[in-house]
């Protein structure tokens, strides 16, 4: 999965920290580290088959959410970082 690579070259939304768990997973995450025990706030993972799952705030975010972007398969690079902005600007919305 060369994707990590790519992210690396490319301007990203700033505040995502980039993993590739064992080749078969790229997790892409949002921290709030504003109180004394970082938290999760929202992640995307895509798996080795290219699909991709998001969650903000700990609850799985549904495909309808974002079809506009990822329809199925992450196929290009715009993609995921179109999708990386969508989830920040949520992750910017009140709490309900």
Do not use: Y
Not at 41 to 61: C, G, P, Q, W
Not at 70 to 88: E, T
């Amino acid at each position: 999965m060369a994707w990590p690579t790519k992210l690396k070259t490319e301007t990203t939304p700033e505040g995502f920290n980039i993993l590739l768990l064992s080749q078969s997973c790229l997790l892409i995450s949002i921290f709030d580290v504003s109180g004394n025990v970082p938290k999760m706030r929202a992640s995307i993972s895509v798996n080795s088959d290219l699909v991709a799952a998001v969650s903000v705030d700990e609850k799985l975010v549904a495909v309808c959410h974002f079809r506009d972007i990822v329809d199925g398969l992450v196929k290009q690079m715009s993609q995921l970082l179109n999708l990386m902005a969508i989830v920040k600007s949520w992750c910017k919305e009140p709490k309900r």
